[in-house]
């Protein structure tokens, strides 16, 4: 079964850090490029990151760069976010996906004081 799970979200200060797990069962995790993404309540969905399948490259929107940091591990197929220096406005349920195969269920991240 293709399948994507994603762990590591909980409640966190604005400032503080998390890292969000996502792994892959059910295909070669190595052989497709990952994506992050975030929804808020009332707010479209929003791509916050984007690896390539060797994990040599990276992309984030102005919104996260230089706070958010995506890496992969495709010998655990595993996909992380890491993330830092965490605002309210960073408050949402973040998704892993890969392209036209498979999303994960969501983890929700909320930043609050």
């Known amino acids: 079964q293709v399948q994507l799970v994603e762990s590591g979200g909980g409640l966190v200060q604005p400032g503080g850090s998390l890292t969000l797990s996502c792994v892959a069962s059910?295909?070669?995790?190595?052989?497709?490029?990952m994506n992050w993404y975030r929804q808020a309540p009332g707010k479209e969905r929003e791509l916050v990151a984007n690896?390539?399948?060797?994990?040599?490259?990276?992309i984030y929107p102005a919104s996260v760069h230089g706070r958010f940091t995506i890496s992969r591990d495709n010998v655990k197929n595993t996909a992380y976010l890491s993330m830092r220096n965490l605002k309210p406005e960073d408050t949402a349920v973040y998704y892993c996906?890969?392209?036209?195969?498979?999303r994960g269920q969501g983890t929700q991240v909320t930043v609050s004081s």
């Open positions: 996906d890969v392209p036209h195969l498979v």
């Open positions: 059910g295909f070669t995790f190595g052989d497709y490029a």
């Open positions: 690896i390539t399948r060797a994990g040599d490259n990276t």
